[in-house]
């Protein structure tokens, strides 16, 4: 049974950084990739970040400004928010693909508002 558990969301005002955490239970090499994805309300949910491997790619709206990244020790993945602005306002999601199977898994969310 895979778990991902996010951490990190908060209130900040716009300029302001958040570091968002995902901690997966059991390895996460076992993941083909790791990604975040947010959701605004009356949006349909979005891929933020993502990384394979070595590899990262970043939606449009967010490069320069957020960062994933991974530590395999500790079987966390990691999103450093900088420069936020209301627009990043959403529940931010992790999410893994099984290496074998393609299976998705996605963590619970945790929220992040940007508002002065």
């Known amino acids: 049974q895979v778990q991902l558990v996010e951490s990190g969301g908060d209130f900040v005002q716009p300029g302001g950084s958040l570091r968002l955490s995902c901690a997966a239970s059991?390895?996460?090499?076992?993941?083909?990739?790791m990604g975040w994805y947010r959701q605004a309300p009356g949006k349909e949910r979005e891929l933020v970040a993502i990384i394979r491997g070595g590899t990262t790619n970043y939606a449009d709206s967010v490069k320069g400004r957020l960062t994933i990244s991974r530590d395999n020790a500790k079987s966390s993945v990691y999103l450093q928010m900088n420069s936020l602005k209301p627009e990043d306002t959403a529940v931010y999601y992790c999410?893994?693909?099984?290496?074998?199977?393609?299976?998705?898994?996605w963590g619970q969310g945790t929220q992040v508002t940007v508002s002065s």
């Open positions: 999410n893994a693909v099984g290496m074998f199977s393609g299976r998705e898994y």
């Open positions: 059991g390895s996460i090499l076992r993941f083909n990739a």
